[in-house]
């Protein structure tokens, strides 16, 4: 196993307050606000990989780990890592802090320990939500980690959290639809291009949306 240097990757065994907290809250959300999953299958099912999605609600992370059922190691903002409680749960839950709008070294190797860990590692390449909900252009971070990482890539659209109504269980507003997995090498793109190699990946995450909610990706 190839280990970069950086903060040890925890097992998702000793991630006890996701291990012990997850079964209920899932129970839970599946009645408040239920999903749909498509593409199930394209999921592995053992090993590291790379998931990449768009976002759109503060929903997103929970409900997508929510639908396929494991831990999914995510990156999320510094600025939620400094408010005490809400930085410990989410450290406590496997997910890590990077610094945006910069080239955080520090993330992208414990990025790369995640998936060198054998666990998944979950990427909103867009950098923050859609307030539209349309796609935004990918930022070369995920262009980054794929190439290095070689892992497989699963493209991962998530539709309806913003609207979806907690409490409305006879609904069904939240679909997570996958895609099949890729991997960077697979691209016909200049490989040092690293904005056409994040460019191709979100092409594949807007694949699996609507037509008018590809954003910066439609008609492409």
Known sequence: ???????PVLPEERLWIWRIGFPIVRALAAFLAPWRLEGGENIPRSGGYILVANHINWKD?????FALGHAIRYMG?????ETP???FLLRAIGAFPVRRGE???GALRMALNVIAAGQPLGFFAEGHRSESGQLIRGHPGVAYVAQRSGAPLIPLAVMGTKGARLGAFWRRDI???????FRAADL???ADDAQAVTDAIMRRVAALMPEEQRGVYRGE
Do not use: N, Q, S, Y
């Not at 992370?61 to 780990?65: A, D, H, L, R, S």
């Not at 679909?175 to 997995?181: F, H, Q, T």
């Open 77 to 81: 903002k510094r600025e939620l890592f």
């Open 103 to 105: 080239a955080d070294r």
């Open 1 to 7: 196993m190839t280990v970069f240097t950086g903060t």
């Open 85 to 87: 409680v809400i930085g």
């Open 175 to 181: 679909l997570i639809r996958v895609g099949e997995p």
């Open 61 to 65: 992370p929970p409900w997508i780990e």
């Open 188 to 190: 016909v793109v200049k």
